[in-house]
């Protein structure tokens, strides 16, 4: 078997040299129609341009940048990934970092170059000197202060490609999930050792947060511990069940073909019971009276024994 060597690197930045060279080596003055890619007729590699904010990459990012990749054979896929300053202004605030979105996108392996400080909008003159054959986007019009569709131009000179986002996965998802269950990951990084004021919480939030973690470590360990005790009931009963077994099994060896010295055995038992629990009798005892007549001796007879039935 051989084995050969693998090697991966990140995507290149558009102003580092590799990139610049892939550029210079473009004849752009060749141009390429979607039916000559869709024919893979194309003499040159595809120069397809994939833009977006790219906010906490997730698969759904994934997903577009692979279809941009695998819309035509011999793709080389650049992506433009906007500013800070251009999506506050424009889009909204951001959870990542231009400079962590930069190289979030630029880890995908569906990548061959990423543009920083990619532009809202795609003028003639930007497309030109990045020689882009075709857009990749989705289909949804995306507005500016001047068009209801950046992408409109692209569309009537057949440079645009549609790509589908994926049903349910988004950033602005994501987010709303967060804030959703805050508690739940406010918690979870105080845990984790993250302080009060880098959680930008109170005082008292942050006790009440740390209490709600112990009672929750206690009603885990509470089940762990009825999870054993209920493993070790289990074996009690077993164990039960077996010497109960074993003495129904002796016993009836030791009785069950005599049964005169059973029915002995508890006749036996029944007398020495009633030994027990009967009295002794009273003596007999007489009154004189003034004549010392016998007739007016009163006697006291002992009370009957008692009848076990």
């Keep these: 078997m051989i084995i050969k060597e ?3 690197d990140a995507a290149l ?9 892939n550029l210079e080596q473009c004849d752009y003055s060749i ?4 039916e000559m890619a ?10 397809v341009y994939a833009d977006g904010a790219f906010d906490l990459f997730h698969q759904g990012h994934a997903r577009i940048l692979l279809q941009a990749k695998n819309c035509f054979p011999n793709v080389y896929l ?3 990934v906007c500013s800070d300053k251009t999506l506050h202004r424009l889009k909204g605030r ?5 400079e962590e979105r930069y190289n979030a996108v630029r880890h995908c392996r569906y990548v061959d170059e990423v543009l920083r400080d990619a532009p809202w909008e795609h003028s003639e003159a930007f497309i030109a000197a990045h020689k882009i054959d075709f857009v990749a986007h989705d289909d949804i019009p995306y507005p500016s202060e001047d068009t209801e569709d950046i992408y409109a131009p692209l569309k009537k000179k057949g440079m645009f490609i549609a790509t589908q986002r994926t049903e349910g996965v988004s950033t602005s998802d994501i987010v709303a999930r967060i804030v959703r269950h805050y508690d739940v990951y406010a918690r979870r990084n105080l845990a984790r050792g993250y302080s ?3 959680l930008n919480i109170s005082y008292l939030r942050e006790k009440k947060f740390k209490f709600q973690n112990k009672m929750e470590s206690l009603k885990d360990k509470s089940k762990e511990l009825l999870g054993s005790i209920g493993e070790r009931k289990d074996d009690i009963i077993n164990k039960w069940e077996e010497k109960s077994k074993e003495f129904i099994d002796n016993f009836l060896m030791l009785f069950g073909r005599n049964r005169n010295k059973l029915k002995s055995i508890l006749t036996g038992s029944r007398s020495r019971i009633m030994n027990a629990i009967t ?5 007999s005892r007489s009154y004189d009276d003034e004549d010392d007549d016998s007739d007016n001796e009163i006697i006291i007879e002992p009370p009957s024994k008692i009848r076990l039935t």
């Design 13 to 21: 930045f558009s102003e580092d040299e590799g990139a610049r060279k």
């Design 6 to 8: 693998s090697f991966c």
């Design 31 to 34: 141009k390429i129609t979607k």
């Design 196 to 198: 009060a004021k880098e």
């Design 94 to 98: 951001t959870v990542m970092d231009e």
């Design 78 to 80: 650049i992506v433009g």
């Design 279 to 283: 009295p002794p009798g009273s003596p």
């Design 38 to 47: 869709e024919r893979g007729e194309s003499p040159r590699p595809i120069r």
